[in-house]
Nanobody, 116 residues
Framework: QVQFVESGGGLVQPGGSLRLSCESSGFIFSIYDMSWYRQAPGKERELVATITSVGGRTNYADSVKGRFTISRDNAKNTVYLQMNSLKVEDTAVYYC?????????WGKGTLVTVSS
């Protein structure tokens, strides 16, 4: 059974930084691409960043390019999202995601609130 433990969310002022972590289990972490999604109040869930299983290539939504960095540690079965220069519009619940042999799986999410 695919399981995620997400952490690192919280309240931060505009311009601040947070680092999200997603520890995974129940699947072979190293062979799958991993992603972070987010869902803001009243909006649809959107893809934020993806990192490939091979080569660690990354892809980002235009709204976070240059500010967010996705990374992974296959030895720890963990994917990270470093978020810098946070803006009020980054406020959302952030979810870890994998599309594995068992289909799409999501974490429970971690809330990021950017407010002064």
């Amino acid at each position: 059974q695919v399981q995620f433990v997400e952490s690192g969310g919280g309240l931060v002022q505009p311009g601040g930084s947070l680092r999200l972590s997603c520890e995974s289990s129940g699947f072979i972490f190293s062979i799958y691409d991993m992603s972070w999604y987010r869902q803001a109040p009243g909006k649809e869930r959107e893809l934020v960043a993806t990192i490939t299983s091979v080569g660690g290539r990354t892809n980002y939504a235009d709204s976070v390019k240059g500010r967010f960095t996705i990374s992974r540690d296959n030895a720890k079965n963990t994917v990270y999202l470093q978020m810098n220069s946070l803006k009020v519009e980054d406020t959302a619940v952030y979810y870890c995601h994998v599309n594995s042999r068992w289909g799409n799986s999501w974490g429970k999410g971690t809330l990021v609130t950017v407010s002064s």
